[in-house]
């Protein structure tokens, strides 16, 4: 059975679009046919940080509305087996993603793909509520702040009422929290909420911790999922997420900060 | 310099802590506003209104003399309705 995934956050700007593009890279690279697709109509995004920009054809909005098919549509990652990315339309109607065009493309997705990651828009509108609806389970982006915390329990308070699960009275949408932009060493000193802070505050489970790395900007600018980064911290921290999202024993790695208790007392 | 603010950073309030009881109660709050929605709080006046309509068929009372009010222990709600009956020469029937 075919999974359909958000990657969702309420609050912009969280690491939505790169968590999708590494999770999906990720399901791909362990040989599971995986498509992501960018739910931000008219701020399309997803394609950059794949490197797929100047191959986009056709777009999510085009299948939709009968302008060109699905296989058109879908762009075969160049690098990873078994990945497509399928690219949001740059129109400004934000209404041109209807329920029922969405539940015919997730209807054909789901005969080839196991699994469908969502990259959902910010916000708690329309298009935040069409890529969630779907949804068997949610990646639930938080940023260890305020607002962001904030902004993920809205949402989650969404996926347990506006979803097709929850108004079928299906079960609900299996969620799990990912921390993003985290960093041990702020959360040491005090002045940044904890991994277990924040559980405890959206009391939902702890898929994992991505720490905050200058990777994920060298990665996006490259067009290159971080996943594909075998150097990069922020990387090996999505490839255990996705092998915990797979049902893998795999410790947290990155919760604690590397250095010893001496060398934060004495050192930088 | 680490050393001392390793040890300065420990009294003050932090900030993290802040936040924590902070969102806290902004999320205790909102829960509870985003479940209030469809059940409990809402229907109170309207419950109010009707039963003084049925109490007036037998008893002429004040609207202050009814008062229902919800309230809650721990895990359970309780509904408490209190109707102050008038004195026995004044009834109606
Ligand atoms: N772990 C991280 N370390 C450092 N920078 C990060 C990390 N995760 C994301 N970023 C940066 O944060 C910015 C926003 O990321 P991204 O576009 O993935 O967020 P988003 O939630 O999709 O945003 P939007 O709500 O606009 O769609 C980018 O510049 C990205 O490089
Ligand atoms: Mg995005």
Redesign the interface.
């Known amino acids: 059975m075919a999974k359909i995934i958000v990657v969702t956050s309420g609050k912009g700007g969280v690491g939505k679009t790169t968590t999708s593009a590494a999770f999906a890279t990720g399901l791909a690279l362990r040989g599971h046919q995986t498509v992501v697709i960018d739910f931000d109509v008219g701020l399309r995004n997803l394609d950059l940080v794949m490197g797929c920009e100047r191959r986009v054809v056709y777009d999510f909005v085009n299948v939709i509305n009968g302008e060109g098919n699905l296989n058109q549509a879908l762009i075969k990652d160049k690098r990873v087996e078994s990945l497509f990315i399928l690219p949001a339309s740059q129109t400004r109607d934000k209404e041109a993603l209807t329920m029922k065009g969405v539940a015919k493309v997730m209807e054909v997705l789901k005969k080839r793909f196991e699994y469908i990651i969502c990259d959902s828009p910010a916000g708690i509108e329309h298009g935040a509520i069409m890529a969630m609806y779907f949804a068997d389970e949610a990646l639930i982006v938080t940023n260890p702040e305020v607002s962001s915390v904030r902004d993920s329990d809205r949402i989650i308070g969404m996926l347990s009422s506006k979803t097709r699960r929850a108004v079928q009275n299906l079960p609900p949408v299996k969620e799990h929290l990912l921390l993003t932009r985290y960093s041990s060493k702020r959360v040491n000193t005090g002045d940044m909420l904890s991994a277990q802070d924040v559980q405890e505050i959206l009391a939902i489970p702890l898929l994992g911790v991505i720490p905050e790395s200058k990777s994920v900007l060298q990665a996006s600018n490259a067009g290159i999922p971080v996943t594909l980064d075998k150097n990069s911290n922020a990387g090996q921290a999505y490839l255990d997420v996705v092998a915990r999202f797979l049902g893998e024993e795999c410790p947290q790695r990155f919760i604690e900060d590397k250095k010893g208790f001496f060398s934060r007392l004495f050192g930088s | 310099?680490?050393?001392f603010?390793?040890f300065r950073?420990?009294y003050p309030p932090?900030?993290?802590?802040v936040?924590?009881e902070?969102?806290?109660i902004?999320?205790a709050h909102?829960?509870k506003q985003?479940s209030g929605q469809n059940s409990t709080l809402d229907y109170l006046p309207l419950l109010q209104k009707e039963l003084l309509e049925v109490v007036r068929k037998y008893v002429a009372i004040a609207d202050e003399h009814i008062k229902v009010n919800l309230e809650k222990e721990g895990d359970y709600e309780i509904l408490e309705l209190n109707i102050t009956l008038p004195d026995p020469d004044n009834r109606s029937t």
């Open positions: 310099m680490g050393f603010n390793y950073a420990t932090k900030t993290a802590t936040a924590k902070r969102l806290q902004i999320v909102e829960r985003r």
